[in-house]
């Protein structure tokens, strides 16, 4: 066990449409990051979290993804007018302060028809 | 640019031989350093880590890296693979502590399959 769950595991959407996953890690990560895989590639780095700041982005979070960390605990990241290229598996990854090492959740597939 | 190489997309091994994974990165600095192991529709296990010390470490499931600064490389190795082991496998580097950045960056991904 990694410390981080993710919800829904698995979401199928119409193109267009918006949603949301959700992340939660063990209060001791107060760091957490998002990643997104497509099949055969690695991860890719979407955004980075510093208890609730939003501190790092990657150029692949378009305007219409967003990610937010309110209270420094539980994450969500929206995708808004999903695309079928949005198609991925979003990894979600958290890392205490002093700790080098991020411990990842399961996942999130998106598939968008 | 910082970025991570694994030149080998797939490998196929049979069961009880041994195994390398090739692992190449590109940084200013020497970065921290992961394998991570990935099974079909999951996330990713931390295999092993090096931050610094000693250039050869131990992970679990009996594997092992070696940190080689003059090649910047970083492989993986079993001496003998279980068919358990078939999945794909992530090499990744982490920025150390004031470097800029906090993202880590994955390489591509090598598949193994194990053969019985």
């Known amino acids: 066990d990694t410390g981080v769950s993710q919800d829904p595991r698995h979401k199928i959407t119409k193109r267009g449409q918006n949603v949301t996953f959700r992340c939660d890690p063990i209060?001791?990560?107060?760091?957490l990051y998002w990643y997104r895989q497509t099949l055969g590639q690695g991860p890719e780095f979407l955004t980075y979290?510093?208890?609730?700041?939003?501190?790092?982005k990657s150029r692949l979070l378009s305007d219409r993804f967003s990610a937010e960390r309110p209270k420094g605990s539980f994450s969500t990241l929206e995708i808004q007018r999903t695309e079928q290229g949005d198609s991925a598996m979003y990894l979600c990854?958290?890392?205490?302060?002093?700790?080098?090492?991020?411990?990842f959740g399961e996942g999130s597939w998106l598939t968008v028809v | 640019a910082q970025s991570v190489t694994q030149p080998d997309i797939h490998i196929t091994v049979s069961e009880g031989a041994s195994l390398e994974l090739r692992c190449n990165y590109s940084?200013?600095?020497?970065?921290?350093l992961f394998w991570y192991v990935q099974s079909p529709g999951q996330g990713l296990q931390l295999l092993l880590k090096?931050?610094?010390?000693?250039?050869l470490v131990q992970g679990i499931k009996g594997f092992e890296a070696e940190f080689k600064r003059s090649q910047s490389s970083f492989n993986l190795r079993k001496p003998s693979v279980h068919w358990s082991d078939a999945a794909e496998y992530f090499c990744?580097?982490?920025?150390?502590?004031?470097?800029?950045?906090?993202?880590?960056?994955f390489g591509t991904g090598t598949r193994l399959k194990v053969l019985a």
């Open positions: 990854a958290g890392k205490t302060a002093d700790g080098n090492t991020i411990y």
């Open positions: 209060s001791e990560h107060n760091r």
């Open positions: 979290f510093q208890n609730e700041a939003q501190l790092e």
């Open positions: 940084y200013g600095a020497t970065p921290y």
């Open positions: 090096y931050f610094s010390g000693d250039t």
């Open positions: 990744a580097v982490g920025a150390p502590p004031n470097s800029g950045t906090y993202k880590y960056i």
